[in-house]
């Protein structure tokens, strides 16, 4: 493809994207084909020779459209979104242009520089402490997704550990040694909510991993002494708890931990890594309204979110802000001679290859910076916002009808969970002994059989009634279990 032929191919292809926006809203949001749908319709391989972009472009409507599911589309309710904008859209098309592995300060100075200008902006912006701002000692990097972030924290909090605990022993096999000693002892916590990657990053950097309950009594956040206790625990069993992810909006029902407890767990123990993962709620802390939560991370170790969640900046984008970026440079800073160079070696550049796990990274800062100059910081707020309405008109909706719906989690950043009632049982002359009603249908005086079948009839009908609107195609939601209650 020369370059006049990608100018055609890329005005139709623009033009196309347009019309698809234009058009999402009208489209069932579920695809409508069976597993292995497409692999009948192509070739056994490529061709051997090339083909005209007419050819191709065709196949995009034909083959590739039929097998999406519309992210866009207004009629997506599932997990939390994946937004996408024009700019964010610009900002990738211009990144693939200038395709580049930039690793190190001298691979593209733009892309480093613009990375640490935009991640230090959006610390500001989302009102995190100073010391997340690269002129101090912490600063902020972008990844692809939170399970990278998490993965690169948690390893680096091993890593700490390692260091802390071995300081100057010199290298060799007694400290590697000494050092596998101590991972096989080392435990990551997450609250029994927290998303699944904090799991898989210990699975990933072979430590094992432990929940911290954070029961409906504490409306599903963990608490600083719930935190305490189960690092307690481990201690007394001669484990190592040495990470642990809080989280502001769960993935289930956007619960929030119990940050200010956990500062306290924090002050007395410093070695182990505190990373806030806020993948999706992140984005409301641009909102002042918000930004309340933001004072305790300074305790913390690090903090993540994604842009490409709600961030309006497509996917993937997910800023990981850290308070010491030599925790980071300790563990990741590997450099073989092919690496070398005079900036590098000036120590005035950043080379973020120095804070993550990959060589290579993207230019994403470039859509960040076109978003937020197209949106501004009050278009966002007010993107943020409008979601945030949204959320309680739902809520709203539902409680208008509390003969139908049970609000189990009221609109926390959008998200509300509920369920469906099942026909209420007849009152007993004898009430209930049980107070933890799952939803506001439960008066508490039922038997504790009726109760327990109750609960089990709304589950039931719940799951009957998701089931039922994702098999229509036209909306599509997510089903979770929450503390047994299924949502
Ligand atoms: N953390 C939370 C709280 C999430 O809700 C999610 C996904 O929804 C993740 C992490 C993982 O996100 P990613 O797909 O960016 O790895």
């Known amino acids: 493809m020369d370059s006049s032929q990608f100018r055609e191919a890329a005005h139709g292809a623009i033009d196309e994207i347009i019309q698809y926006y234009d058009t999402v809203a009208e489209r069932p949001v579920l695809p409508n084909v069976s597993p292995g749908y497409l692999r009948p319709l192509l070739p056994e391989g490529p061709p051997e020779d090339g083909e005209p972009w007419s050819a191709i472009q065709g196949d995009i409507d034909r083959l590739i459209m039929p097998g999406l599911t519309h992210w866009q589309s207004p009629k997506f309710m599932a997990f939390f979104p994946c937004n996408s904008s024009y700019p964010g859209m610009l900002g990738e098309l211009y990144s693939g242009a200038f395709n580049a592995a930039a690793f190190n300060w001298i691979c593209s100075p733009a892309v480093t520089e613009l990375e640490t200008v935009v991640m230090d902006w959006i610390a500001k912006l989302l009102a995190l402490p100073d010391c997340f701002q690269s002129a101090g000692e912490g600063g902020g990097i972008i990844q692809g997704t939170a399970s990278e972030v998490v993965l690169t924290a948690l390893v680096a909090a091993r890593e700490r550990l390692i260091r802390r605990r071995l300081g100057d022993m010199p290298e060799g096999e007694e400290r590697m040694d000494r050092a596998a000693d101590l991972r096989g002892k080392m435990v990551a916590l997450g609250s029994e909510h927290a998303h699944s990657s904090t799991q898989k990053a210990a699975v990933i950097a072979g430590t094992r991993f432990r929940t911290v309950p954070a029961p409906r009594s504490t409306n599903l956040s963990v608490t600083g002494k719930e935190l305490r206790k189960t690092i307690e625990e481990l201690k007394e069993r001669g484990l190592e708890p040495f990470y642990f992810t809080a989280t502001i909006g769960s993935t289930g029902t956007c619960a929030i931990d119990d940050l200010e407890g956990i500062v306290e767990v924090a002050k007395n123990y410093p070695d182990i890594w505190i990373h806030v993962d806020a993948a999706y709620a992140g984005s409301a802390l641009l909102c002042p309204e918000y930004q309340h939560l933001c004072p305790p991370i300074a305790h913390f170790d690090s903090f993540n979110f994604n842009l490409h969640k709600w961030l309006l900046v497509n996917f993937d984008c997910s800023a990981f802000f850290t308070k010491r970026r030599k925790d980071l440079i300790d563990t990741y800073s590997i450099t073989p001679f092919y690496l070398r160079n005079q900036f590098t070696e000036s120590g005035l550049v950043t080379d973020y290859r120095d804070w993550q796990i990959p060589l290579g990274r993207r230019f994403r800062s470039l859509k960040v910076w076109l978003v937020l100059r197209t ?49 209420k049982p007849a009152k007993p002359s004898s009430p209930a002994t049980t107070k933890d009603p799952a939803h506001e249908a439960y008066t508490g005086d039922f038997t504790n059989d009726a109760e327990a079948q109750y609960r089990e009839d709304a589950n039931r009908l719940t799951k009957e009634a998701y089931e039922k609107v994702n098999a229509g195609g036209e909306f599509f939601l997510t089903s979770t279990v929450v503390c047994g209650v299924y949502v």
């Open 375 to 423: 949106y501004g910081v009050n278009g966002l707020r007010k993107f943020i916002r409008g979601h945030v309405k949204l959320g309680e008109y739902f809520n709203g909706l539902l409680n208008s009808r509390k003969d139908l719906f049970s609000v189990v989690t009221p609109a926390a950043f959008g998200l509300t969970t509920f369920q469906i009632n099942p026909p």
